[in-house]
């Protein structure tokens, strides 16, 4: 473990639910290998009203992050104990993002018209819209990051994941060119 952090197997045992107080010394510590991410998790349990609550778990095999309609954003620490080549401070970011993009979604949504690709499609316009809001403060990679690795994501074959069929309809609307003209016209 990066941190040096002791989990006890009887929190992992709990369906690998870890105690608050140790997830948020994780992410205390976060912030010097990641400290984009520190910064705007810091940010976003101060300042959207959606999020209720932030649980974690340790699992590995599944993604970093998970939203629920009832406002808790589940946060993985495996992917910031254990460091992925893919998954660096700025596409962090674009998770955080993403998981809140599912609150709005369902906050905006009527309950009746729920469906996962719609839900998954507008998580990743919200990280959009976010990481765009970073550029537009002098830091583009996080946009540069979610674009690449949603076109790179769209070009998948697994059809069943609501992910992979938001993300083809995605890349080929006028929204995502119009990201992608942004990033190539302002962050060079």
């Keep these: ?21 140790t997830g948020y010394r994780v992410i205390e510590k976060s912030k010097q290998l990641y400290p984009k991410f520190y910064r705007e998790f810091q940010y ?14 340790k699992q590995q095999g599944v993604g970093p992050a998970f939203a629920s309609p009832k406002g808790i954003i589940t946060i993985n ?13 700025n596409r962090l970011i674009v998770v955080l993002y993403h998981e809140v993009g599912h609150l709005h979604y369902y906050i905006t949504t009527k309950q009746a018209d729920w469906n996962p690709e719609n ?3 507008a998580a990743f316009e919200y990280s959009l819209l976010k990481t765009k809001e970073l550029a537009e403060k002098g830091d583009c990679l996080p946009l ?3 674009l690449n690795f949603m076109k790179l994501r769209s070009e998948g074959n697994n059809l069943k994941d609501p992910h992979l069929r ?9 929204l995502y060119a119009g990201y992608l003209r942004y990033l190539a016209s302002t962050c060079k």
């Design 119 to 121: 839900s998954e499609k």
């Design 44 to 57: 976003i349990i101060v300042n959207d009203p959606l999020i209720k609550k932030i649980r974690f778990v």
């Design 77 to 89: 620490i495996d992917y910031i104990l254990t460091p992925r080549p893919n998954f660096d401070d």
């Design 166 to 174: 938001a993300l083809k309809r995605m890349v080929n609307e006028p």
């Design 1 to 21: 473990m990066i941190f040096g952090l002791v989990i006890s197997f009887a929190a992992l045992a709990q369906r690998d639910t870890i105690p608050d107080s």
């Design 144 to 146: 540069q990051s979610g």
